[in-house]
């Protein structure tokens, strides 16, 4: 079934610790973005990709960075974890990049820094 | 700033009509969605609107007024699985999304 795979699904983390959150898309899209969601707020967006080998920064990006090097894969590393980046994230894809499309989310990974 | 508005709770019954209404400023707009999350679970699409008026899909459609910032999201013939929070969201001059905190929806018999 196409779609978006995340991986870990859930993670305890010490802090202090490095730690990447995976995500892959087998639907060839353009673009790919991950969020972060906490209770009370809206999804909050912390770095996107409109096309392989280009990223960009959202409206959280500190302590997080990416890489695209290729279509499918968008990986996202905490360098240093700390107590404030306990929350769920969720990747996403769309087809579109600079354009109004429809985005697509991955299962979500729940991650608690300690 | 770059704003989206919706009620945090709502109750309704089965069977029956509910309309979650949102509220947007962003800097330039480029249409908005409507998504659905039930707990634990992923965003799902549901709409989106670009145009004025009412945009109809089955038991839901989703309604827009640019002139007033203002959409709404109906839901009719209510089913005990519609219960799950709705997510509004704006696409700003960037084509990126703004998200609202979303509107937990509670079915009840």
């Known amino acids: 079934i196409a779609g978006i795979t995340q991986a870990p699904t859930s993670q305890i983390l010490a802090a202090g610790r490095r730690m990447t959150l995976r995500c892959t898309q087998d639907?060839?899209?353009?673009?790919m973005y991950w969020y972060r969601q906490d209770l009370g707020l809206g999804l909050r967006l912390i770095h996107y990709?409109?096309?392989?080998?280009?990223?960009g920064k959202g409206e959280v990006p500190d302590g997080y960075s990416v890489s695209r090097a290729n279509t499918d894969d968008f990986p996202l590393t905490l360098a240093s974890a700390v107590p404030s980046q306990t929350s769920v994230y969720f990747c996403?894809?769309?087809?579109?990049?600079?354009?109004?499309?429809?985005?697509?989310f991955g299962p979500g990974t729940r991650l608690t820094v300690l | 700033g770059q704003n989206i508005d919706q009620p945090t709770e709502m109750t309704a019954t089965e069977g029956a009509i509910v309309q979650i209404n949102c509220t947007y400023q962003?800097?330039?707009?480029?249409?908005l969605f409507w998504y659905q999350q039930h707990a634990g679970e992923a965003p799902t699409f549901l709409s989106y609107n670009v145009l004025d008026g009412l945009e109809e899909k089955g038991r839901f459609s989703s309604f827009l007024s640019r002139s007033k910032g203002y959409s709404y999201l109906l839901l009719k013939e209510l089913q005990m699985k519609d219960s799950a929070s709705y997510l509004c969201?704006?696409?700003?001059?960037?084509?990126?999304?703004?998200w609202g905190a979303g509107t937990k929806l509670i079915i009840k018999p």
């Open positions: 969201a704006g696409s700003d001059s960037n084509y990126q999304l703004i």
């Open positions: 962003t800097s330039g707009f480029n249409g």
């Open positions: 990709s409109n096309t392989a080998g280009t990223t």
């Open positions: 639907m060839r899209h353009n673009a």
């Open positions: 996403a894809s769309s087809e579109l990049a600079g354009g109004p499309d429809t985005q697509y």
